[in-house]
T-cell receptor
Framework: RKEVEQDPGPFNVPEGATVAFNCTYS??????FFWYRQDCRKEPKLLMS???SGNEDGRFTAQLNRASQYISLLIRDSKLSDSATYLC??????????????FGTGTKLQVIP | EAQVTQNPRYLITVTGKKLTVTCSQN?????MSWYRQDPGLGLRQIYY???????DKGDVPEGYKVSRKEKRNFPLILESPSPNQTSLYFC??????????????FGPGTRLTVL
């Protein structure tokens, strides 16, 4: 089983739609979780952290389910500018003197006019 | 402007011809890292550095070398490139913390093709 798994998509959704992505992780001892956004052929950028109690940033909501070992990202009222690949990032904690951070392969979102 | 820069952005080379990809950050970050990104495999860490003169292997270090002689610079060296090193490479930096993950700032990427 991969350490971090995401559905690659693409998710094609109309403008204004609500879309949700999940990301599963295998290490139950994982400590912190994040969503990064990557535009086509560009560098990844931090979108938001994922807190245990769930957190919201405008149209974006992130949730963590430790029992089932997944995190989710919900985007409401999708905009054309939301089209990108969303990377799930899991911090598995210290390993051999550094923090082991694993990136998912990403879920591609295409918002259609 | 706080940023991570990489050069070159695009490079086409031939097997066996040594090359260096430079990475520089102006945020005084202790932690720097190199990743490669391949379709279906995501970002995989090549090497990382927690401070000057402190480097260590990531998940896919074979065929690469790094150095950290100055805090701001972290070059990636391919002594004898091979076609399987054709990839998109990202340098990243972050402030170091022993207790939590700090946001990584990525450079714009270097697209390398080895013929």
């Amino acid at each position: 089983r991969k350490e971090v798994e995401q559905d690659p998509g693409p998710f094609n959704v109309p403008e204004g739609a609500t879309v949700a992505f999940n990301c599963t992780y295998s290490n139950s001892a994982s400590q912190s979780f994040f969503w990064y956004r990557q535009d086509c052929r560009k560098e990844p950028k931090l979108l938001m952290s994922v807190y245990s109690s769930g957190n919201e940033d405008g149209r974006f909501t992130a949730q963590l389910n430790r029992a089932s070992q997944y995190i989710s990202l919900l985007i409401r009222d999708s905009k054309l500018s939301d089209s990108a690949t969303y990377l799930c990032v899991v911090n598995q904690g210290w390993s051999g003197g550094y923090q082991k951070v694993t990136f998912g392969t990403g879920t591609k979102l295409q918002v259609i006019p | 402007e706080a940023q991570v820069t990489q050069n070159p952005r695009y490079l086409i080379t031939v097997t066996g011809k040594k090359l260096t990809v430079t990475c520089s950050q102006n945020m005084n970050h202790e932690y720097m890292s190199w990743y490669r990104q391949d379709p279906g495999l995501g970002l995989r860490q090549i090497y990382y550095s927690m401070n000057v003169e402190v480097t260590d292997k990531g998940d896919v270090p074979e065929g690469y070398k790094v150095s950290r002689k100055e805090k701001r610079n972290f070059p990636l060296i391919l002594e004898s490139p091979s076609p399987n090193q054709t990839s998109l490479y990202f340098c990243a930096s972050s402030a170091f913390s022993s207790s939590s993950y700090n946001e990584q700032f990525f450079g714009p990427g270097t697209r390398l093709t080895v013929l």
